[in-house]
C-alpha cells in the first residue's frame, strides 16, 4: 500500500474514533455537570478536525508537479500541520476560558457508574488509537500523523486525570473539576505550540539529519574515482521528496567524459537507494601526487585544524604558477563571530607562507 494510502487510512480510523469518543463525552459531561469531561469531549472533536485535515494534506501533496510548482505539491503537508497546530491552539484558548469561568463560578458535578465506565473506555481506547497512528507515521514519515499519534496519548493521560478527579469527588466531596480543566487546556496549548515551533521549523529549512548525511557521504566515497564527499545540502519539498547538491573531490586527472559518466552514476544510484535527488554535483580537483601541492596542503591542513573550532577543511588548490592557494574552510557555529575568527586565521596563514596568495571560502556547517 503507498504512502498517501496509509495516511489517510489511519486518518479515517482516528476520525471515527474519535467522533466516537467525544459524542460520549460530551453526553456523559452534559448529564453529570463536568466540565473536564465536557473540555475532553471538544479536545476529541478537534483531534478528529485534524485528522480531516491531514487527509486533505496527503491527498493535495500528491497533486502533480507542473509548470508553477515543478518540484511538486508535498510541502502542502507543512501548511495542515500549521492548520492542525493552530486549530488545537485554538481549542486550548478556548477550554482555558471556560474553565476560568467555572473556578470564578462553581458548579458541582454528578458522576455515574456509567460515566466513570465511559471515561475509562476512553482512556483505553486513546492509548491503543495513539500508539498505532504514532507507529504509522514512523512508518510513512508523516509528521502529521506522528504529532497526532503523540496528542492522542496525551489524551489519554488527560482522560485518565479526569477519571481520578472524579474518584476524589465521590470519596471525600472534593470538586478539582475546573481546575483539572485548567490543566487540560495547558496541556493542549503546549501540544499545538510544540506542532506549530517544529512545523515552523521545517518550513525554514532544518539541518539534514545526520544519519542520512552520512551515509551518503559514505556512499559517495565508496566511489573509487571520488576521495572526499562534502557540502551536501538537501532540500525537502515534503517529507518524502529531497533535492540537493554536493561537492566531490577527484582527481585532477580525470576528463570531462570521465567526470560526466561518473556524475551520472552517482545520481542515479543515489536516488535509487535513498530517494534523494542530487541535481548538482561540484567537483574539486586535488592533485596530491605533486611533492609542493601535497606538502602544503599537509601543511595547511595541520595548521588551521589545530584550531578546536575549525571542523573541517576542504577543496585543496594550489595553482604553482601564480602560487595561489584555494580552500573551503568549515568553522563552528559555537564561534560568536565567524567571520572575524576566518580573517584571523587566513591571516595567520598569510604570515606563515609570505610566498602564497591565498583565496579562503568561508563555509557553512550544513551537513554531518
Not at 482555558?96 to 463560578?105: G, R
Not at 455515574?112 to 498505532?132: E, F, M, Q, W
Not at 504529532?147 to 476524589?168: F, P, Q, R, T
Not at 609542493?292 to 577543511?313: N, S
Request: hydrophobic share 45%; with cysteine.
Amino acid at each position: 500500500m503507498d504512502r498517501q494510502k496509509v495516511i489517510v487510512r489511519t486518518s479515517v480510523i482516528g476520525i471515527l474514533a474519535n467522533v466516537f469518543l467525544a459524542g460520549f463525552k460530551a453526553a456523559v459531561g452534559l448529564l453529570s455537570n463536568s466540565i473536564s469531561v465536557v473540555l475532553d469531549a471538544v479536545n476529541n472533536l478537534s483531534d478528529a478536525l485534524s485528522s480531516v485535515i491531514t487527509i486533505i494534506g496527503a491527498k493535495l501533496s500528491t497533486k502533480p508537479s507542473d509548470k508553477k510548482h515543478p518540484l511538486g505539491y508535498g510541502r502542502v503537508e507543512y501548511l495542515s500541520a500549521v492548520i492542525i497546530a493552530v486549530i488545537v491552539l485554538y481549542a486550548g484558548v478556548t477550554s482555558m476560558v471556560e474553565s476560568v469561568k467555572k473556578i470564578i463560578e462553581p458548579e458541582t458535578p454528578d458522576y455515574s457508574a456509567v460515566a466513570l465506565i465511559i471515561i475509562g473506555v476512553a482512556v483505553l481506547v486513546k492509548v491503543l488509537l495513539g500508539t498505532y497512528v504514532m507507529r504509522t507515521g514512523r512508518r510513512v514519515n508523516s509528521d502529521s500523523l506522528i504529532a497526532s499519534g503523540k496528542d492522542a496519548l496525551m489524551d489519554s493521560i488527560i482522560s485518565a486525570s479526569v477519571l481520578v478527579a472524579a474518584v476524589i469527588y465521590l470519596i471525600w466531596g472534593v470538586s478539582l473539576e475546573a481546575y483539572l480543566g485548567v490543566i487540560i487546556s495547558v496541556f493542549i496549548i503546549k501540544a499545538g505550540f510544540e506542532v506549530l515551533r517544529d512545523t515552523v521549523s521545517q518550513i525554514l529549512g532544518e539541518r539534514i539529519d545526520s544519519e542520512l548525511s552520512k551515509q551518503i557521504k559514505a556512499e559517495l566515497c565508496a566511489y573509487p574515482q571520488v576521495k572526499g564527499a562534502y557540502d551536501l545540502i538537501l532540500h525537502a519539498y515534503g517529507p518524502e521528496s529531497l533535492v540537493g547538491s554536493v561537492h566531490i573531490e577527484v582527481d585532477h586527472t580525470l576528463s570531462a567524459v570521465e567526470l560526466d559518466v561518473l556524475e551520472r552514476r552517482i545520481t542515479a544510484e543515489i536516488y535509487e537507494k535513498y530517494q534523494v535527488a542530487l541535481t548538482g554535483i561540484s567537483v574539486y580537483a586535488v592533485d596530491h601526487d605533486d611533492p609542493e601541492t601535497d606538502g602544503l596542503y599537509r601543511a595547511i591542513r595541520d595548521e588551521v585544524t589545530a584550531d578546536e573550532h575549525v571542523l573541517q577543511m576542504h577543496g585543496f588548490n594550489l595553482d604553482k604558477k601564480t602560487k595561489t592557494v584555494v580552500f573551503d574552510l568549515i568553522i563552528s557555529f559555537d564561534v560568536p563571530d565567524r567571520k572575524i575568527y576566518y580573517q584571523r586565521i587566513v591571516e595567520q596563514l598569510r604570515q606563515a607562507h609570505p610566498g602564497y596568495t591565498f583565496y579562503v571560502t568561508l563555509d557553512t556547517d550544513i551537513s554531518d
